[in-house]
């Protein structure tokens, strides 16, 4: 009798410490957006296309698509985002002392941000490539062409170390001139202080509206590096990471299975694809695991759309930067977008 | 008992006893922030200490006085940028200073005009901030200066466009070296001709030929021997190819624009300082030096100005100090001083904000504790001397 009782404590209290150890792990960044009410998130001064923001103050841009999405998944609402422009000097501090929760600001992701900043990338929402701005009337058809040329850039970014080592590696003489921030880079090419402005091709596309007489200036069309582009988080609270991980890849595995915000209703109730139902909360329990409600990405879907209606919407066709897919096309439709699966 | 109590009551040991309990404080608080924030950096996962500085830097700099190209270290990049700011800070507190005085100066004139437009340059500069200065002088230089394909030629060696002043370079500088020594040795000889010529004045009222000497000793050995090294060097003469000329040294506008932008500021608080100090000096000293026939020219170098300079000493320091702090404003406009190399592109690459801000800040310290020891210097050897 008592070695039942004494077996029936033991068995209670294996099950007690099992339920506990079920229990997810502390999140501080989820906890404290949950208590907020709204998302913060850090993004570019102004970029179009990636964040941008009208005269009325609403921010657009793929980018900014991503803080959305990320506000659906994690308080149901995309609305629920506070915007902080960054520039390229203030980006790692800000998210480094906490006062953004996730940066989506056209940071490429390198060896040394990541081992040194205490910086996380967690997925790569745009493939870019470095290339220049020239004026027509220069006769430059490609990077090679400005031997003896003078370079406007952004001091800090990838974009002027690259520039220095392409160059120094052809033996091509380029004065490189540094500036503090995209904008007074921009202005001062502008201004014909520089023959050439260096930047990602989509950062171009959209940095082109800005420039006095856009028509009177070429991209060049051959990058001269890959710069993948995506959220970035601190170090730390890794359930936080996961989500920001997870709301990405969601939006890339909704383009690749077919949900879109037109048809994610009708999907959520009819599919009878499991990863399809897995996805939007009908079957696993995928978004409890991460302390989410399980329609965490039915609520992205919904609100802002998977990943391609975004593209399409930001850089792409329906958008006045035109850009096409590129690498930026699902891997089954040779770009280099895949997700791992929802499994 | 007593004598422990005497111990304490005593002021001396009192007074160490609070110096040292002060310095121990200030020691733990440095310890524990210094503490704290490493302990925090490294559960962060930021990088801390100063190995990275070196790394290599991979930054092109447009504008260097050191022999430093991309592939050197982060110190190298470091030691770039205080030239930088040291260039711009020395020749725009020299041409500011001049400048400032012709304004004080012409303050104070009678002319009518002369005075008021003074007066009116002084209220305008008071009342603007630097920043637009640096941006209006900026975009104005180089909206002003043409494209490269159009330079002003300056004697065909020179050229002055948009992206700068390319001046020729010598290939090998030796001769220059020699040069430079020929003109030192000139002015110490000058230095000693007017010192011996003092005394001898002093001693026999005679006046020495100084005019003379000073034109040969201060403008034609010099000249003769930058002559002779500029024949005697290979140049290396800058050239149109492609997009720009090729070759020499490059002078760039930002350079030029923040140096403009400093010395016009600067000016305006100069000519109040000048003016100031001025009008401190007592009416009855230049009534005093005109009654004894002094023409208006020497009232002013003998009397006015020695004893002014005592008054605008102390406040024309405040300014050169300013200079050098206001010299950070060529970040705005991407002239590679301290601030925008070290703080600015070597902060974003390896994002060590603590050390890389430690080190600037020690930088404008250090220069600016060196500007003002210099200026107390000067101010101890001007002062009245009381018996």
Redo the contacts between chains.
Sequence with gaps: MTIRILGAAFLLAAGTSMAQAQQLAPSPTLDAVKARGNLECGVHLGLPGFSFANDKGEWSGLDVDYCKALAAAVLGDASKVKYTPTS??QR??IL?SGQVDVLARNSTITF??N?????NFQGINFYEGQTFIVRKS?NAKTAAD?????V?VA???TE??N???WF?ERNL????????KND??IA?YD???C?AYTAGVGALAGQRAKLKNPEEHIILTQPISNDPQGPVT???DERWQLIVRWVLNGTIAAEALGVTSKNVDEMKANSKNSEVRRLLGAEGGFGAMMGLSNDWMYNVIKQVGNYGESYERTVGMGSNLKMERGQNQLWTKGGLLFTPPFQ | MSSFLSFINDKRVRDWFYQIALILLLVGLAVFFVRNASENMVKAGIASGFDFLWRTSGIEVPFVLTNYTQADNILALFWVGVANTMLVTVIAIVLATLLGFALGIARLSSHWLLSTIAGAYVEFVRNIPLLFFVLFWYFGVIAALPQPRQSIGLFGVAFLNNRGITIPLPDAPGNFRWAALAVLVSWLCYWLASAWARRRKERTGQDAPLLAIGIGLIVVVPALAIAWASLATRWDIPVLRGFNYRGGFVVIPEFVALLAALVTYTAGFIAEIVRGGIESVAKGQSEAASALGLRPGRILSLVVIPQALRVMTPPLTNQYLNVLKNSSFGAAIAYPDVVSLFMGSALNNTGQAIEIIAMTLAVYLVIGLAVSALMNWYNARIALVTR
């Design positions: 390229v000097q790692w501090p480094q040394s941000r081992a040194t900043l205490g910086l220069a400005l031997d003896g040329a003078s406007c001091a800090g970014s002027e170390k520039a220095a080592d120094r003489k380029t004065t490189i001139t540094n500036f503090q007074d880079a001062a201004a014909g202080r023959d601190r170090w730390g």
